[in-house]
């Protein structure tokens, strides 16, 4: 009976913290929208140059209204999903391939620590020359950015893997096709769902510094437009959509995490 109502009590604390947790961040969200509507309404800043909460609302109405919002949503979160999805699976595989072969990562090791150092984003104007400009380009933008990094994350996990255990199965006559199967992969999976939350914002990265570079349409071509004719409202509507979709991308990450673990356990 003592038990059940320490667990009792530990449970409410536990949703005690949660929802402390939640009233700070909604206060820090409230406080820092109503500073920067009153600063822009007073003139302490340039409404100018840094618009206002008002003025982001009202345009993301207007531009909801005549479907511009979602035509631009829909390009941009398409190509996001797309190039998130095959750097992860890309970055996956030679991990893989390099955990397969040890030989085969010794020779690569060096490559992949230079094309790690080396900035993904400067790749986009030549991405564009081999590929086109356009959606493929785009989305290898997203894509790339993110597929070294998942590779030696996901490889290191790999090879983390207790060699004690792994004999103890190759002693029963598992080939390393059920080693990597039954033991190597399933044990590094909170390792991947760490490199999938990273690779969320490394997507969005890639897509948008595309869509800046040959874009007609989407989150990075509005951001462009608005500075090319002093909109700022529309560069800042736009910088927040890409702060929300980016949210909801993570948290169905999360999701997916808390349902792994539950899966395992």
């Known amino acids: 009976m003592h038990l059940e109502k320490l667990h009792e009590n ?38 100018l140059i840094f618009s206002a909460p008002s003025k982001i609302w009202a345009l993301f109405l207007d531009k909801w209204q ?53 900035p993904k984003v400067a790749l986009g104007p030549i991405l564009i020359v081999a590929i086109g400009p356009g959606f493929f380009s785009i989305v290898a933008m997203g894509a790339i950015i993110s597929v070294i990094i998942t590779t030696i994350v996901v490889y290191t996990a790999f090879k983390g893997m207790d060699p004690g255990y792994l004999k103890v199965l190759q002693s029963f006559g598992a080939t390393r096709f059920q080693l990597f199967r039954e033991a190597v992969l399933p044990s590094s999976f909170p390792v991947i769902i760490s490199t999938l939350k990273v690779n969320v ?19 990075g071509y509005m951001i462009i437009y608005g500075f090319q004719v002093f909109n700022f409202t529309l560069v ?21 995490e808390k349902k792994l673990i539950k899966q395992t356990d």
Not at 82 to 106: D, H, N, Y
Request: aromatic share 16%.
């Open 10 to 47: 530990y449970l409410a604390g536990l949703k005690r913290e949660k929802m402390t947790v939640r009233i700070y961040q909604a206060l820090i969200f409230a406080v820092f929208f109503t500073l920067w509507e009153t600063s822009s309404r007073f003139s302490w800043i340039d409404p």
């Open 66 to 118: 005549d479907g511009t919002l979602l035509s631009n949503a829909s390009v941009t979160i398409f190509e996001t999903v797309l190039g998130f999805i095959l750097g992860t699976l890309a970055g996956t595989l030679l991990a893989a391939m390099l955990w397969w072969s040890p030989r085969l990562s010794k020779i690569l090791d060096p490559y992949l620590v230079i094309l790690n150092a080396m």
């Open 201 to 219: 914002g490394l997507s969005w990265v890639g897509v948008i510094v595309g869509e800046f570079l040959v874009s007609s349409k989407g989150f």
């Open 236 to 256: 800042f509507l736009s910088l927040i959509l890409i702060a929300i979709f980016a949210t909801i991308m993570y948290q169905l990450v999360d999701w997916l």
